[in-house]
């Protein structure tokens, strides 16, 4: 069945470093690729995403880039701030009908940035 | 634009009881799904609808079920509550057919006594 596999957290950082967070997926077919957020007390919010192969989703500062080959979708920001202090998730949504509506999440990576 | 609201933000039951969790989507979305999300277990589907009808269902016990009114709006009920049923439900819309990609809620935090 389809899985994502998050990097073991929690990441700390400094203000202005620089963030990778590494997510890999197994799925059949053609899935497409989410990263997710989530603040204290809140639901999720989608970060960005990509739908094909070499498809780059990017969203305030945030990159990743679909590789089918390595079958990854890491997430990276260039200069974090203490803003973005939230748990982050890769996702996968699989193509076909028996996957409608239906996300796999990985585990979550928790970033704590300070100032 | 009003976003996916859930309500009651929380609520605390007993073993043994029943529960009624309500979502309303974005307007003019016409697909729901929802998740349960504990420390354990992460984030897990519980089931999708469209149009009123159940399309993707998880794997979850019989206990937990759902449903959709004309208007999108959905409810997802569990009986006989159990504490491991404790967990943050979550509730995603789409304006997508595929379903995809969901706006999610705030959530409703259950806690079983």
């Known amino acids: 069945g389809d899985s994502v596999t998050q990097m073991e957290g929690p990441v700390t950082l400094s203000e202005e470093a620089c963030l990778t967070i590494?997510?890999?997926?197994?799925?059949?077919?053609?899935?497409?690729l989410f990263w997710y957020v989530q603040y204290p007390g809140e639901g999720l919010q989608l970060l960005l995403k990509?739908?094909?192969?070499?498809d780059k989703g990017s969203n305030k500062g945030f990159e990743a880039t679909y590789r089918k080959e390595t079958t990854s979708f890491h997430l990276e920001k260039g200069s974090v701030q203490v803003s973005d202090s939230a748990v982050y998730f890769c996702?996968?949504?699989?193509?076909?009908?028996?996957?409608?509506?239906?996300?796999?999440f990985g585990q979550g990576t928790i970033l704590t940035v300070h100032p | 634009k009003a976003g996916v609201t859930q309500t009651p933000r929380y609520l605390i039951k007993t073993r043994g009881q029943q529960v009624t969790l309500s979502c309303s989507p974005i307007?003019?979305?016409?697909?729901v799904s929802w998740y349960q999300q504990t420390p354990g277990q992460g984030l897990q589907f519980l089931f999708e609808?469209?149009?009123?009808?159940?399309?993707n269902k998880g794997n979850f016990p019989g206990r937990f079920s759902g449903r959709q009114f004309s208007n999108s709006r959905s409810e997802m009920n569990v009986s006989t509550l159990e504490l491991g049923d404790s967990a943050l439900y979550l509730c995603a819309s789409s304006l997508e057919r595929d379903g995809q990609p969901q706006h999610f809620g705030d959530g409703t935090r259950l806690s079983i006594l």
């Open positions: 990509a739908t094909k192969a070499d």
């Open positions: 996702a996968l949504s699989s193509a076909g009908g028996t996957s409608y509506g239906k996300l796999t």
């Open positions: 307007s003019g979305h016409r697909s």
């Open positions: 590494n997510c890999t997926y197994t799925a059949t077919g053609y899935p497409s």
């Open positions: 609808y469209f149009s009123e009808t159940q399309r």
